[in-house]
C-alpha cells in the first residue's frame, strides 16, 4: 500500500478547508430535523457561512425563494459571437470527423 507523506496530506487538507471558507447554507427555521429545502417553502431561513471549522450565522431570509436568491445570484451571461471562432488549421467539415469524400481527395 503506497503511503504518502503527512506534510502532504496536511497540505491538502489544508486546501480543501481553505476552499470551503465563506462557503453558504440555508436552514430552515422549523421544528425537528433538517428536510430537504423544498419541504415548507415559505419557512424562514437561517443564512450560515462556514468560516473553516464551525458554521457561524449571517442573517435571516424570509423563504425560500430569497435564500436560493442569496445562494445562488444570477450568473452574468455573456454574448455569443454570430460565428464560431474556428482554431487555426481547421476549415469548415461536412461531419463528426470531416472525413473526405473520393471527389474532394481528388480536389487536393
Avoid: S
Amino acid at each position: 500500500m503506497h503511503e504518502e507523506p503527512l506534510e502532504d496530506w496536511a497540505r491538502r487538507r489544508e486546501e480543501r478547508r481553505a476552499a470551503l471558507k465563506g462557503k453558504l447554507r440555508a436552514v430552515p427555521l422549523t421544528e425537528g430535523p433538517n428536510r430537504g429545502q423544498h419541504v415548507e417553502p415559505d419557512a424562514p431561513r437561517v443564512i450560515q457561512q462556514w468560516n473553516g471549522t464551525e458554521w457561524e450565522t449571517v442573517g435571516v431570509v424570509d423563504g425560500l425563494d430569497a435564500a436560493n436568491a442569496l445562494l445562488y445570484p444570477p450568473q452574468r451571461v455573456e454574448e455569443k459571437t454570430a460565428e464560431w471562432d474556428r482554431p487555426p488549421g481547421l476549415g469548415k467539415g461536412r461531419g463528426r470527423h470531416r472525413k473526405p469524400t473520393p471527389a474532394e481527395e481528388r480536389d487536393q
